[in-house]
């Protein structure tokens, strides 16, 4: 073969041997390599897996130093897809945010204060990683530090738990009316992304002494609706009964002005609207 065919060919392969050799990929000439794709992460997790109050003890640079910080970030993340953010000093509290929460695929965790990448998440600890690449550890407890500093005072309640004779006498007048659940309590990880869970319960029609209609509104992840609903009192325990799920719970409270229900997995507690 002569020199002129020889030439063509020798600088066809060097340039495709130099464009492999820095992307990796055999590419064309006049084309451009296309990124390569980033794996998701091995473990994916879910919101459910922080609800909950998590409160910050460890924070770590991005040189992998441990550093002392003042300003402590308090997260907590309720079942509803909410997360409230707080940063406090000396156990004072100094900022709140209060804002929808979300994961995606890639662990990327939106907060109130700003996003993180959720590196490690347990029953009682959470990493997480800011967009500074500072890495945070945060324990779960039953209440935050400034809760528990002098000088804070929690909602008091305004009506009085009845005595299991007095629960036993529900009766369905006290049920009557627009009822609003102004707090949940649930067990770690008792709510799911599937659970089913009540928000307002309106009943405005007396069926008899035991039986009342209305409507209850309920949600489920991100959805929310209105649905028909009939309560009945049997015994010390209440059937609120919906086309989607059927509630079947002990009332600890029900003397018209306050409505408290539930288990030690839900509790339930619910006022007039």
């Known amino acids: 073969m002569s020199l002129r065919y020889l030439l063509p060919i020798t ?14 990929q055999m590419i064309a000439r006049g084309h451009r ?15 459910p897996q ?7 003890v460890k924070r770590v640079s991005p040189n992998k130093n441990q550093v002392s910080f003042l300003d402590t970030t308090l997260l907590h993340f309720t079942d509803d897809r909410m997360v409230e953010t707080r940063k406090t000093t000396d156990d004072k509290m ?23 990448t959720a590196l490690s998440v347990s029953k009682d600890a959470i990493v997480l990683q800011d967009q500074d690449d500072s890495v945070h550890y945060f324990k779960r407890v039953n209440m935050f530090a400034y809760e528990l500093a ?10 009085t738990s009845v005595s299991d004779d007095e629960v036993s006498k529900i009766v369905i007048s006290n049920l009557m009316g627009n009822w609003t659940v102004y707090k949940r309590e649930a067990k770690p990880g008792f ?4 659970t089913i869970v ?43 009964v919906t086309p ?29 609207l």
């Open 11 to 24: 600088i066809f392969c060097c340039f495709y041997s130099f464009s492999y050799a820095q992307t990796g």
């Open 33 to 47: 390599a296309t990124p390569q794709s980033q794996a998701h992460p091995t473990t994916i997790f879910s919101l």
């Open 50 to 56: 922080f609800y909950g109050k998590w409160q910050e």
């Open 94 to 116: 100094d900022i709140r945010m209060v804002e929808k929460a979300s994961i995606d695929d890639d662990n990327d965790l939106m907060a109130a204060d700003q996003d993180y």
């Open 150 to 159: 002098d000088g804070y005072a929690p909602a008091k309640k305004t009506t």
């Open 191 to 194: 709510i799911t992304s599937t």
């Open 198 to 240: 009540l928000k307002y319960i309106n009943l405005t029609k007396k069926i008899d002494k035991n039986t009342a209609n209305g409507t209850a509104t309920i949600y489920s992840g991100e959805i929310s609706q209105e649905v028909p609903c009939t309560v009945i009192i049997h015994g010390k325990n209440i059937k609120i």
């Open 244 to 272: 989607n799920i059927t509630y079947d719970l002990p009332v600890k409270v029900a003397d018209g002005k306050e409505l408290d229900f539930g288990t030690t997995d839900m509790m339930y507690y619910c006022k007039q």
